[in-house]
DNA sequence: CTGAAAGCGCTTACAG
DNA sequence: CTGAAAGCGCTTACAG
């Protein structure tokens, strides 16, 4: 700062030329770790540096060299625990190296507005550097299809129903490992079958959890009820579980993550159906509240963060030319039995 | 993209100029709407730059002009409803005006680790743009005042004990009236007094929750316990709600926000006491889920996406030097009476 | 091992 | 109303 307030202008590679007696291509050879700079040289830069409190301009680089240690995240929501989550695992992984992180928000979630989604894109790929597209809902999709040619670019996707080729910079969590176990477990309480409140998938295709349910069912030879759509939020939850509970033959029900699984368990106490004691109910994703639940929530937990972390792994490694980083990291869901669930009436 | 999978390197102004037949001076003039060109050249040139799919570079306008059109959010964190709430409405707020935003997650929430805030500050400022800090924690709290004078910064802060300088460009929620409110609340319905288990405040002072809520007892003549401490999260709730439960002369407990409240009426489940029957709990902030718990949560509902778009539109009106935007935006909270609150016991 | 030149794609004065 | 020059702070070849 000077008196007048204002900023002062901070070193550019030429004062530190200058303060070093060097020039400042050879300042550049400095802080860009060049092996040829002699050691006393590079002593001298490097004292100047520090004297003068030099920091590299970013955007100079950027422009310069047209590459801009930058990642922007492209997400239709920022609140939801999963993609939160994620976005905190990017920003963390990204921080260890140095680049920064930008966040789009997608306008529409139900992919209603493809220009709002176009325009985020492209806004995306002005900001230079790479892009991580969260491509769990039909915005983020259809944004993903959106990425031009030539864009590096990562998906987070919902687990793909037959392995992608290599072309495919695609990162999952195993959600129909994890639904399998979930209904599975549930099974083995002694239900007769599983029902299911979806969340919205992706695609138009069944989604991933939907695909490992009906596997489980399928291999019990257990009723395959058709699964009820919900919505992301507690409140689908909630429109979902008021339907079932008019079933009496209803004894359990998954649900597409926690929050479904919270509104379901508030439909069936107003309707005065007890959890676990004639319903049980379990959830997905683990969210820090779950395990404080009356009744403690049965789920299963992802790894969001970890998978965010591998997001920007595998960006990073496109990114910087660096041997291909093994493409489809996929993290193990954990099954966690809390109180939600329990064996069908009768089976006590 | 050309065959050989390499993007087409995008057009320039130049390039522009040329399909024009103009200087490229002349089109830097249109896109920065210039009234000093003439209607018919205007047209031309926007007809090249239809044609040609030009689209500014916005790292050589930072680096030409000085000014970057970002802002970066520095927060502890991006996953709790609060934080990623103000996050969405700085985003919505700044994609309006075609500005980017960047983020920054505070390494540590206690601060312990300063030399990590610092770094996040520097490259917040040298992102280049404006910057917001979350500082309703020590390490936000911290890292506003890390910001080195100059720079434009916004803080999002507690509300503040007197009414801050003109110079402080801070936005806050009412949560001293907030809490003030919900004590009175439950102070009408007939409890002696009502205990408090607080979030962690942004300083070593009271924070404005526990502000409110004393004013509310002092008000009533009530007795002023000792407030409990607790974390941002449910597990914090639970421990304070299982020391809670050991008094029997405890029938209403505030939450300094929804998460804790959840913990501490799992806590009274544990322990044998009904909530509202036994014990009232009431909570802040009205996430999501809140509504849909078994006792649904009386909470005070607090505008936090509003509450980013105030800030980024207090920051967008300094960095671009309009008249300076009403500079403390306050939004009202709103009680919601539900069913976690209700009389003590012999006076229903 | 080090220096001088050209350029990244714009903007900001300065001319006319 | 429009054009020619200089420069933002770096990097990337090209010389020596």
């Not at 990642?71 to 989550?85: D, E, R």
């Not at 921080?95 to 492209?122: F, K, M, P």
Request: net charge neutral; hydrophobic share 40%; glycine share 10%.
């Amino acid at each position: 700062m000077n008196v007048t307030g204002h900023t002062r202008r901070s070193a550019s590679i030429r004062d530190v030329a200058t303060a070093a007696g060097v020039s400042y291509q050879t300042v550049s050879r400095v802080i860009n770790d060049s092996p040829s700079v002699k050691p006393s040289t590079r002593d001298r830069v490097l004292a100047a540096i520090d004297e003068l409190g030099f920091r590299r301009n970013s955007t100079a680089l950027a422009l310069a060299s047209g590459r801009s240690r930058a990642v922007t995240v492209l997400t239709s929501n920022t609140t939801h625990y999963g993609y939160a989550s994620i976005l905190q695992g990017i920003e963390e992984a990204a921080r260890a190296v140095s680049y920064d992180v930008g966040v789009g928000v997608l306008e529409s979630a139900d992919a209603a507005d493809e220009a709002a989604v176009a325009a985020q894109v492209r806004r995306a790929a002005d900001a230079g550097g790479g892009l991580i597209v969260i491509a769990y809902d039909p915005a983020g999709v259809r944004a993903l299809g959106a990425v031009p040619a030539g864009l590096p670019v990562v998906g987070v996707v919902e687990t793909p129903a037959s392995p992608p080729g290599g072309d495919r910079p695609w990162v999952w969590t195993d959600d129909r490992e994890a639904a399998y176990e979930v209904t599975r477990h549930l099974l083995a309480l002694g239900h007769e079958t599983v029902h299911y409140v979806a969340i919205p998938s992706s695609t138009r295709r069944t989604g991933a959890r939907t695909t490992g349910w009906l596997q489980a069912l399928r291999e019990a030879g257990a009723p395959e009820p058709r699964p009820v759509q919900g919505s992301w939020g507690p409140a689908g939850g909630h429109a979902a579980g008021l339907r079932l509970a008019k079933d009496p033959g209803v004894t359990a029900i998954l649900c597409g993550n926690d929050d479904l699984a919270l509104g379901v368990i508030r439909a069936l106490h107003e309707t005065g159906r007890t959890v676990p004691g004639e319903v049980s109910v379990a959830g997905f994703d683990d969210a820090p509240h779950s395990a404080y639940l009356t009744p403690s929530l049965t789920t299963v937990r992802l790894d969001f963060t970890g998978l965010g972390r591998s997001a920007f792994a595998l960006l990073h490694g496109v990114l910087e030319d660096s041997a291909p980083i093994a493409p489809h990291p996929v993290s193990v869901p954990e099954l966690l039995v809390r109180e939600s669930s329990g064996p069908p009436p009768g089976r006590r």
